[in-house]
């Protein structure tokens, strides 16, 4: 599934890279990157401290979207298979 999402986005890259979709779809890349370098590698501090920048941007870019059009984020959400966000 994520392979055919990135496929879908790759074909846009030139043109959408700096949309809110692709930006996330890139940071939950390299979340996924890292969650697997951190199971290997527990005591990697800063490893452990970029993951939690990304996830914040990643956040915050998930907000931005969910406020500004709530049907594309339910797209993204669906695709890159992550959770919704918490409200409050």
Do not use: A, P, W
Not at 31 to 55: A, F, N, V
Not at 62 to 73: D, E, G, I, M, P
Request: aromatic residues 8%; positive net charge; glycine residues 4%.
């Amino acid at each position: 599934m994520i392979k055919n999402s990135f496929i879908s986005l790759q074909e846009k890259k030139d043109e959408s890279r700096g949309s809110v979709e692709f930006q996330v779809f890139s940071f939950t890349n390299k979340i996924r990157r890292l969650t697997s370098h951190l199971e290997l590698h527990r005591k990697d501090y800063l490893s452990q401290r970029g993951l939690r920048k990304i996830l914040g941007k990643r956040q915050r870019l998930l907000v931005y979207l969910s406020k500004k059009n709530r049907v594309r984020y339910k797209e993204l959400i669906h695709k890159l298979n992550i959770r919704q966000l918490k409200t409050r």
